[in-house]
């Protein structure tokens, strides 16, 4: 399975962006996709999360009501919907994809390489 994210960029506070995640190869052995984030120094953290069939959700607090995660079928895609974006949302994010619905991110086996998102103040 190959993971393509891109959707990053500049953005104000209070601004909205939208990550896309594209998903290619072996995709019927997926059960779950995610979004995870990095800054520096911390350890990357669980954002959102999609069931590959089915579709239901399942978000981390920091991100619940302001982050919507979705997925295109047909398209293979899933997209993280990014509003009311504050300065420590400023990180480099990533989608995941696993066999298995779970938020650890050492469960995920595919990785997508990064976006990195910059929200200015």
């Known amino acids: 399975v190959q993971l393509q994210a891109f959707g990053g960029g500049l953005v104000q506070a209070g601004g909205s962006l939208r990550l896309s995640c594209a998903a290619s190869g072996r995709t019927f052995s997926l059960y779950a996709m995610a979004w995870f984030r990095q800054v520096p120094g911390k350890e990357r953290e669980f954002l959102a999360r999609i069931r590959w069939s089915g579709g239901s959700t399942y978000y981390a607090d920091s991100v619940k009501g302001r982050f919507t995660i979705s997925r295109d079928d047909a398209k293979n895609t899933v997209y993280l919907q990014m509003n009311s974006l504050k300065p420590e949302d400023t990180a480099v994010y990533y989608c995941?994809?696993?066999?298995?619905?779970?938020?650890?991110?050492?469960?995920?086996?595919?990785w997508g390489q990064g976006t990195l998102v910059t929200v200015s103040s």
């Open positions: 995941a994809a696993s066999g298995v619905l779970t938020v650890v991110p050492d469960a995920f086996p595919y």
